[in-house]
């Protein structure tokens, strides 16, 4: 199941993926899922304190100027004070999406474009983060805690049959131009102190359901989306059948524990990331449209 | 014109300040300004090539790993290839939002809450860019360009007569809640290669009007959304009247051409910042979906 | 024992603090402890990789271009190739000298200077590590391990009787500008897995013995030089007795093992620290010349 | 004149080059230049402020804790307070050594190395700044400033007949192991404003004067060392032979004004630079001793 890929499906030059199934006529439709207007983040909090995996540099954030400074006599000129900071950030920290920069096999990224765009110098001159077009479309919310009664074990693997009753719970049929969110419990389990190792997550077999539902984007509450570790002879299957063959961005570190409690599976889901130039991912503060 | 200060107003731990002008019924109506679905991204190109004023520090992108590493022979373990960068970022570059904690006078930063929350170490521990509720609402582009007939002189103050002038052309009146987006051209005209100095901008009088009219956020395409530079005697006055007195944020930097080119004055306004933890302002990529 | 202060002994502007004590007859007396001319570095590897409590930043370095650029097509004129790169360091990790604006008590800084100069946006103002007048003097190196039989035991202190006994193996008197090196084996022992805590280092009683005895320096094999935890009622005493009152600057993190190997007490000892304008430490790579 | 190369000359897994030259008794017949005991530093002042060429990233200081914080109301326990802070550099602004994994031509670096080495996250597996072994060997002044009557006029190239014109004023016969250090007056003259372009410096034909006497180091008070730009055909050919061929590290920036105004031509000079792991260069505060 699933096509081979999604590569020329939207021309020689894309570099928007899945995103470009969802177009003004699908954002339309989807906004008739408000019916609170209750709007809720799904981000977890970023930057210093957002854990990371070890392997991944820490954020920190220095203050450049602060209320330190005029308790020590520095001039407020008509009273007028400011505090600025810089953060740092690993693009692939706290709650991000992956560009299409972010993984591929062999020579050439999502779309055919050469790998020899991501550098050092320029970074990725193709499928930068920049390149991720906002998006306002459905979101459907796959709660695997509220169906298992609790979070999913280690290495759970997430196949097309929990979607399949995921969309059964959520009483819709799946649409081309899906925000697919999956809960399973991991960031709530581990509390934001593991990572890849041993997580529950999509299986290959997941991942090749969405894409033959022509899902716009996929999101989970864990750190990498798929099931680790990776089946024997695989590596990160999913992040090459999703970024790589069909160009679905993903969503990781999710924080969706407040909308489960919502008790809605179907919303407006919003997709705004900060066009970083060059960039192989960006962090996001999803939304949700109650 | 307008209340002395929101202190107070919301109680006297609110950290929220003008967003908490929107709840979820404002939200459901804006929804309604919806007309196409369209999306647009109201941010500019974000991280390295952005512009600063020389006194912050420009952002850099690292590329932690990259497709260079493979064409030298790194491992890619079943195929699987990645890259990853890290980014560095002054929090007042670029598209972005001030927290409340950026700016005040005197020893009391909005709502009461003591400057000494600001410091090195911790950062804001008070209305720090976590503290920006999301919020779904409706905005009204003011484009002073297409009043003038072309992007406004250096030092231009924009007063209440064009914010009124600006909501008639928009055939809306003022409402609770609602997000003002000013259009100066500044960005337009200087390519953003200028900042601060001699940027037309919102007068005191203007930024009175609006919160007499208790907007929820204003944003501008210039560096520092007021006039510059400020009138004798006073400094960065609509800065401490918006942030400081009344807690509106303020959004600077906007990419204001292709909404205004749409013809859309009335929309709805998608505001998402990431919760950088202690930060005086976030990164963030407006939208507005017509 | 010991002078109350320094504060004034060297005029009332003085940043240098004890390496006032080098003077250029000093240094050409210190050139004949001289024997091999064997020149060894006392520097741990610095940067990534270096071991920082955990409340520090720990350190990155950024490749801005390298081969692997060229691997994919990066011009190289004429067959000319770089590589480059950017490091971030915390100024307290790996092998480092503390400048004298480092630690104080009150108010003020060593010498009466206001601590009022040391801020965010400017850093230090007065006594910042560019003030740290390299010096070329006599080192002694203080044996503990060799003393002991075996690295320290943790948290035990070092008094002026172990200093003597140490000058004693050496076979010299303390001399005015004397650097002293104390080993006591914890990074031998901890594998640089541990830092302040329960190290063994110097007392405030040996402090005073080295200022009675008017060294220029002090550094040693842990992370504080002093041993912890101190002693009740007190916190980092000896910080405050060199650094503060008697600005002796300390150099942590030493690498002693090669030395001590080598049999010499005595040898000519250089400091270079990089002027760091405005930090409070800076990485230093002394050396021994046997 | 010169070697085709040193590649072999200290054995195939050499990492240190022309450093290699400075042995034990090149250091004790070194010390003998001293007679006053004076030291110098021929560091510029390091980290913010220190300038960069456009393509670098500038250098930033972060105060991660500092007397601001006390004053509103930091603990400092038994009064006990200390400032802190994090700095970033480029290992190639300010007073810095170029590491022989800098520059190369072709797929091997210094010594047949593979290039394929020098990767973005491992950094330079080979010839890093933790290489450079530190040195104290005999420095010779050319003092081509003195020599001109005024700084060199631009793109000025420094040949054999000057380097050996050098000497004569030194009155000394080059001898393996020498540092040389030229003058040009190129600091002085653009006052840290100006970069490579059009900067006076060593041509080839004096670069391979000095490999021919065997030098260990080559500095300059100019950005790169050699004349900029680089003769037609040729790009950074002075950068490939001494750094490339022969494995003569460059020091760059120096500061020559007070030494060359001490009239000592030859001196006793240190090395010491911070041995940066996997870093192509390093920040480093050479010595001389009058």
Redesign the interface.
């Known amino acids: 199941m699933g096509t081979e890929s999604n590569w020329g499906r939207w021309g020689l030059d894309d570099e928007i993926g899945a995103l470009n199934l969802v177009?003004?006529?699908?954002?339309?439709?989807a906004?008739r899922a408000?019916e609170?207007?209750?709007?809720l983040?799904l981000?977890?909090?970023?930057?210093?304190?957002?854990g990371v995996p070890p392997h991944?540099?820490?954020s920190?954030?220095?203050?450049?100027?602060?209320?330190?400074?005029?308790?020590?006599?520095?001039r407020?000129?008509?009273?007028?004070?400011?505090?600025?900071?810089?953060?740092?950030?690993?693009?692939?920290s706290g709650t991000h999406v992956d560009a299409l920069?972010?993984?591929?096999?062999?020579e050439e990224l999502y779309n055919a474009h050469s790998?020899?765009?991501?550098?050092?110098?320029a970074?990725?001159k193709r499928l930068g983060a920049?390149k991720l077009?906002?998006?306002?479309t459905r979101g459907v919310l796959i709660d695997l805690v509220e169906a298992h009664g609790a979070p999913l074990d280690p290495s759970t693997p997430i196949d097309a049959e929990h979607l399949i009753a995921g969309y059964e719970m959520a009483a819709v049929e799946p649409s081309a131009g899906d925000a697919v969110l999956i809960r399973t419990g991991w960031w709530e389990r581990s509390h934001g102190n593991e990572y890849f190792d041993l997580e529950p997550g999509l299986s290959l077999d997941g991942a090749q359901w969405l894409v033959a539902h022509d899902v716009a984007l996929v999101g989970a509450d864990n750190y990498a989306v798929e099931v680790q570790p990776?089946p024997a002879?695989?590596?990160?299957?999913v992040?090459?059948h999703l970024l790589h063959r069909h160009g679905v961005p993903l969503i990781e570190n999710l924080a969706l524990a407040e909308l489960a409690a919502s008790g809605r599976k179907v919303f407006?889901f919003?997709f705004?990331?900060?066009?970083?130039?060059?960039?192989?991912?960006s962090?996001?503060?999803?939304?949700a449209?109650?």
Chains 1, 2, 3, 4 share one sequence.
């Open positions: 177009d003004a006529s699908t954002t339309l439709a906004l408000a609170t207007g209750q709007v983040s981000a977890q909090p970023a930057g210093p304190g957002a991944r540099n820490k920190a954030r220095y203050m450049d100027r602060n209320a330190g400074d005029y308790a020590l006599g520095a407020s000129p008509d009273g007028f004070r400011f505090a600025e900071d810089t953060v740092t950030l690993s693009t692939h920069s972010h993984a591929w096999s062999g790998a020899a765009n991501v550098r050092s110098t970074g990725a920049e077009r906002p998006v306002v990776s002879g695989t590596t990160f299957p992040h090459l407006v919003v705004a990331p900060i066009p970083l130039q060059g960039s192989t991912g962090p996001v503060t999803p939304l449209i109650l």
